[in-house]
């Protein structure tokens, strides 16, 4: 008898966890929002689009995008999807023209030399907008955010 009620006890504890980490998974996935980043003012269709996502204000300022995505360049504008936890997030991109992978420069003043942007179409003084020009919040009601290219 006492097997039998350690062998019940057991399923049921068994049952609980199965439970509980289907419940998890459910609430994992449930915890993500289908995020879209548009690019627009795209003149030329060579290349790549890059884009970086940071996460936080650390990851901005040390330049380490938290995600990274690519896509084709279209006239039309382009864009690119990803599964994000609802929070404050910033964005950057350029557009790879030569497809080299890198935001090439141009002339002794280091002068942008593909087109690029940042989120909320902020526009650098010196160096990359500050955190706080640039973060935007996605959740459930913001699925979406378009940067605007501007050409160098």
Same mark, same amino acid.
């Given at each position: 008898?006492?097997?039998?009620?350690?062998?019940?006890?057991?399923?049921?504890?068994?049952?609980? *966890?199965?439970?509980?980490?289907?419940?998890?998974?459910?609430? &994992? /996935?449930? /915890?993500?929002?289908?995020?879209?980043?548009?690019?627009?003012?795209?003149?030329?269709?060579?290349?790549?689009?890059?884009?970086?996502?940071?996460?936080?204000?650390?990851?901005?300022?040390?330049?380490?995008?938290?995600?990274?995505?690519?896509? /084709?360049?279209?006239?039309?504008?382009?864009?690119?999807?990803?599964?994000?936890?609802?929070?404050?997030?910033?964005?950057?991109?350029? &557009?790879?023209?030569?497809?080299?992978?890198?935001?090439?420069?141009?002339?002794?003043?280091?002068?942008?030399?593909?087109?690029?942007?940042?989120?909320?179409?902020?526009?650098?003084?010196?160096?990359?907008?500050?955190?706080?020009?640039?973060?935007?919040? *996605?959740?459930?009601?913001?699925? /979406?955010?378009?940067?605007?290219? *501007? &050409?160098?």
């Amino acid at each position: 008898m006492k097997l039998i009620k350690f062998c019940l006890a057991i399923a049921f504890i068994v049952a609980a *966890v199965s439970l509980n980490s289907d419940s998890d998974e459910s609430k &994992q /996935e449930a /915890e993500t929002v289908s995020f879209e980043l548009k690019i627009s003012n795209i003149e030329e269709t060579e290349g790549k689009i890059i884009m970086g996502i940071f996460a936080d204000e650390k990851a901005w300022k040390d330049l380490d995008a938290t995600h990274s995505l690519e896509a /084709e360049p279209s006239t039309e504008g382009s864009s690119a999807a990803i599964e994000l936890e609802p929070g404050e997030y910033a964005a950057s991109a350029f &557009q790879d023209l030569n497809d080299d992978g890198e935001f090439n420069r141009k002339g002794m003043m280091r002068l942008p030399g593909e087109p690029y942007g940042f989120s909320n179409n902020a526009r650098p003084r010196i160096g990359v907008p500050g955190w706080k020009r640039v973060k935007f919040t *996605v959740d459930e009601n913001s699925t /979406e955010h378009t940067i605007k290219l *501007v &050409q160098p």
